[in-house]
């Protein structure tokens, strides 16, 4: 065969080892072009591969959606292990038992102001609301437990807890706990 002269489909396939019906794909889409010696559909071939290997051309998109869709499932598999070794858990779930604990912790504080009247009686009124102004918002913030306090800094709270009894003004003594 003389690589210089028009080349059919069918021998152009018997060269490079595939069908028939492969190397009218290619023709299909443009890769060769009917008429073409062999030298030239043997060149546009290689750079067809060429580019295909180097991940660009038509074959290129459905390898990337590929890789894509490997990569997914590789996080599924992941995340699926981490389910099942009890390294991570749904979202809804760890939303629902802080907010479980929340109302339980809620609960627990809701009747300190009573029992700390009773274990205080010298309490001095202004004290008492002190103290019921600061559990009910240790209250609010428990009950009000969730995630998003993780990612949204809640600006009232003081780590510290001084703004939970204000310090009494000066000449006041008699007033704080």
Same mark, same amino acid.
């Given at each position: 065969?003389?690589?210089?002269?028009?080349?059919? %489909?069918? @021998?152009? !396939?018997?060269?490079?080892?595939?069908? =028939?019906?492969?190397? *009218?794909?290619?023709? $299909?889409?443009?890769?060769?072009?009917?008429?073409?010696?062999?030298?030239?559909?043997?060149?546009?071939?290689?750079?067809?591969?060429?580019?295909?290997?180097?991940?660009?051309?038509?074959?290129?998109?459905?390898?990337?959606?590929?890789?894509?869709?490997?990569?997914?499932?590789?996080?599924?598999?992941?995340?699926?292990?981490?389910?099942? %070794?009890? @390294?991570? !858990?749904?979202?809804?779930?760890?939303? =629902?038992?802080?907010? *479980?604990?929340?109302? $339980?912790i809620g609960g627990h504080l809701e009747p300190l102001p009573g029992v700390i009247h009773k274990l205080c009686p010298d309490l001095t009124p202004e004290a008492l609301k002190q103290?019921?102004?600061?559990?009910?918002?240790?209250?609010?913030?428990?009950?009000?437990?969730?995630?998003?306090?993780?990612?949204?800094?809640?600006?009232?709270?003081?780590?510290?807890?001084?703004?939970?009894?204000?310090?009494?003004?000066?000449?006041?003594?008699?007033?704080?706990?």
């Open positions: 065969m003389n690589p210089y002269e028009p080349v059919t %489909q069918s @021998e152009f !396939a018997d060269w490079i080892g595939v069908t =028939q019906q492969a190397v *009218s794909d290619m023709v $299909g889409r443009g890769v060769l072009h009917p008429g073409q010696s062999l030298k030239e559909w043997m060149r546009a071939y290689c750079n067809h591969m060429r580019g295909v290997a180097a991940g660009r051309g038509s074959d290129a998109e459905l390898a990337r959606e590929r890789a894509e869709l490997t990569r997914i499932n590789s996080q599924r598999a992941r995340l699926k292990l981490e389910m099942e %070794q009890g @390294e991570s !858990a749904p979202i809804a779930a760890i939303e =629902q038992v802080l907010a *479980s604990i929340g109302r $339980g103290v019921q102004a600061a559990v009910s918002k240790a209250c609010d913030l428990a009950v009000s437990a969730s995630l998003d306090l993780l990612t949204e800094p809640d600006e009232e709270a003081a780590p510290d807890g001084d703004d939970l009894f204000p310090q009494p003004a000066a000449g006041d003594e008699e007033g704080g706990i």
